[in-house]
Nanobody, 128 residues
Framework: QVQLVESGGGLVQPGGSLRLSCAAS????????IGWFRQAPGKEREGVSC????????NYADSVKGRFTISRDNAKNMVYLQMNSLKPEDTAVYYC?????????????????????WGQGTQVTVSS
């Protein structure tokens, strides 16, 4: 059974940094593309970043380019989202999602429908 658990959220001041982690259990991440999404109160869930199963392709929403970095460590079965220069508008619940892509190892998606498994989310609040 595919299980994903996010961690690393919290309260941070504007301009600060957080690193979110997505831990996989019950399976190995080697052939899974991973996406990070977020949902703020009253707003739709939006894609933040994604990384292909090979790690060779990454993608970012325009709103986070240059500030967020996605990475993966298959040996540790983990995916990370390093978030720098945080802004109040980054406040949201952040989710990681996974999809098995054994063939298309350089693909990842920025839409929710691309993924089949989701974590429970971690709250990120950026406020002074």
């Amino acid at each position: 059974q595919v299980q994903l658990v996010e961690s690393g959220g919290g309260l941070v001041q504007p301009g600060g940094s957080l690193r979110l982690s997505c831990a996989a259990s019950g399976f190995t991440l080697d052939y899974y593309a991973i996406g990070w999404f977020r949902q703020a109160p009253g707003k739709e869930r939006e894609g933040v970043s994604c990384i292909s199963s090979s790690g060779g392709r990454t993608n970012y929403a325009d709103s986070v380019k240059g500030r967020f970095t996605i990475s993966r460590d298959n040996a540790k079965n983990m995916v990370y989202l390093q978030m720098n220069s945080l802004k109040p508008e980054d406040t949201a619940v952040y989710y990681c999602a996974a999809i098995l892509l054994k063939i298309f190892q350089n693909a990842c998606g920025m839409t929710s429908s691309f993924y089949g498994s989701w974590g429970q989310g971690t709250q990120v609040t950026v406020s002074s």
